[in-house]
Nanobody, 125 residues
Framework: QVQLVESGGGLVQAGGSLRLSCAAS?????????IGWFRQAPGKEREFVAA????????YYADLVKGRFEISRDNDKEMVYLQMNSLKPEDTAVYYC?????????????????WGQGTQVTVSS
């Protein structure tokens, strides 16, 4: 079982930066759980953003954010971060962190077992 709480969302101008945090707790977080970031705008499907494996060996980014966002984790602090740079209005969404067990992180939301409550990111033009 994993509990996830996102924070760090807010309003930012296009081109600006935000750092999202995901506080994680529960069984063997530092060893067994892969963590992903997803986002969802009202009326749209949830989409994959980035994911990082429990071994630190696997990191994946959606093409839409590649080169702009960076995912990282600090298992000692039980934290996962999403550094978001060069933000665009189309990045506006509720951002969720999620967790699942496996050999490497998945890219599909249905494969994740635990989800946070989400944090709103709004990027103005």
């Amino acid at each position: 079982q994993v509990q996830l709480v996102e924070s760090g969302g807010g309003l930012v101008q296009a081109g600006g930066s935000l750092r999202l945090s995901c506080a994680a707790s529960g069984w063997a977080f530092s060893t067994y759980y892969n963590i992903g970031w997803f986002r969802q705008a009202p009326g749209k499907e949830r989409e994959f953003v980035a994911a990082i494996g429990w071994s630190y060996d696997s990191i994946y980014y959606a093409d839409l954010v590649k080169g702009r966002f960076e995912i990282s984790r600090d298992n000692d602090k039980e934290m996962v971060y999403l550094q978001m740079n060069s933000l665009k209005p189309e990045d506006t969404a509720v951002y969720y962190c999620a967790a699942h067990r496996g050999s490497r992180p998945k890219l599909v939301g249905a494969d994740y077992d635990y989800w946070g409550q989400g944090t709103q990111v709004t990027v103005s033009s």
